[in-house]
C-alpha cells in the first residue's frame, strides 16, 4: 500500500522528479540521470503498472485517490498529495488530468532479444519528433506488428509526449535501440527477416504490388520526417517500397506511412 | 506587382490581420468576420496563391523577399517588411519560417458541387481538433480521394494550424460543409455513393473483406476523436466497416485510422 503524503507547497524537495515537465532538453537530462519517465493521467498510470513497471512515486490531486485506488494498494512508492493549482507550479504546464506518476525506467532490451521472438517489426531512422515516436508505435501495436528498433538519433519512446501520444502502447511493444546503425541490415538478415524499406524512389516497388510468403519475417524501415531514408539503408535493404500518390501532394507523414505499410504487412 | 512598405514597429494598423495569430477563439471570431485566413511559410503562401487564393496582404521578413518574388510579381495585395523579432510581436509567436500571407478566403463549396465529380469522398463526423483536420486531408489528398464533407462542428480546416499539418492541400482538394448533417446519408445516396462507416461495433466488416466494383463510387465516414461514429451515422451506413486490431490497443487515431481506409479504397 502506496503511503499517502500530503504535500505544503510546490517547493518541498520530494517533488523533485516533477519539476519542470515543459523543459524538454532539462527532462531529457534529468530523466536518463536518474532513470526515471513521466506517466500523465490514470489510463497511461495504471497501464505503465500493468506492464510491470514500478512506481518510484506518484503525485495526485484529491480526486484520483479513489479512481487510483488498485495502483496505490499495489504498490510500495510514496504518494504525494496536492491540489491541482500547486502541482501546475511544480511540472509548469497545466496538468489537464492531475495525476502523474515518475516511474522507473525498465532495462534496455536488445536488438538480438526483440528480434528473436518477433515476425513483424518497424525500424525507424531518426525520427527525432517525440509526437511522431508515439505516434508510430501506437500504429505498430495497433496492427500487430511485434517489436520496434529505434536507430541511435530517435527521439525517446518514454519521453511524456511520446507516451501521452502512443496512448501508452509504449509500455507493451518491445522496443531497443540499435547502437551499430550502419550494421542493421545485416543484423536484421541474420535473424531472418526480410526488409522492406519505404521509400519515395522512383524504382521503388508499389506497396500494393508486394506479396508475403508464408511464414516469412518482415521488417519495415521508415526514414526520418524531413529527408526520408539515408541512402545506405535504400541500398542495403532487400526491398524498397513506395505507397503510391495523387500527383502534386509532397508525401505522407511517417505516422501515416507507417500505418498503411503495417496494415498492409500485418500479420495474418 | 506587391506594392512593398517598410514597417517601422508592431502597433501598425496595418498590421491587424496578423494580430494574436495564437489566440484561438479570437482569431476564429476575426478570420470569419473578416472573411481571411492566414497561410504561414513560403511553400504554403505559394501553393495557396497557386491554388488561386487571393493574397489581401503579405507580411515577410527581409529574407524572403527574393524566393517568393514569383509571387509578389502576380498580385497587387500591399507586402509588409518587417524584421522577424518585430513579425513576433506581432503575431504572439515564433514564426519560424518568417513568411506570412493574408488570403481572402474562397466562396465554401456546396455538398453537390463537390459530390457531383467525385468518385471518392471522405466524410468526416465532428472532427473539432485542428490538427486532425489537418493530417486527415493531407492524407486523403495525397491517396487520391477528390472530395471532403465535413460535419458542423469539424474543425476550420483553413484554421493556421489545420493549412499547416495539411501542408496546403487543403486548398487544393475540394471540401464542403453539410449544414443538414442528419440527412448526410440520404444525400450521398441520391448522388451514388455506397457509404462505408468506419466503426468499433463488434458485427462491422473487416475492411480486408471489402470488395469494391468497378465504377463503385466511395464514401468513407470518419467519427469524431473521442466516442467515434454516431449512432445515427451507424445505422445509416450502407456498411459498416472496422479495421481489426490487436487486443488491448484502444484503436488507431483518427489520422491513421483514415489513412489506412483511404489507402483500401483508393481508386484504381
Redesign the interface.
Known sequence: MAELFQIAGAGDPRLRDYTDLRDVSLRKLLETERGLYIAEGEKVVRRAVEAGHRPRSLLLAPRWMESLADVLEATDAPCYVLDEKTIEQVTGFHVHRGALAAMERPEPLSPETVLASARRVLVAEDLVDHTNIG?VM??V????FDAVLLSPRCADPLYRRSVKVA?G?VF?LPYARIEDWYAAPDLLREHGFTSYAMSLAADSVPLDAIEIAPGERVAVIVGSEGPGLTEHWQQAADHRVT?P??A??????V???T??AC??FRPR
Open positions: 505516434a501506437r500504429n501495436a495497433a496492427l500487430g496512448m502502447a507493451s505507397i500518390m495523387a502534386g501532394i509532397d508525401s505522407l507523414n505516422a501515416a506511412s500505418a498503411i496494415w498492409h
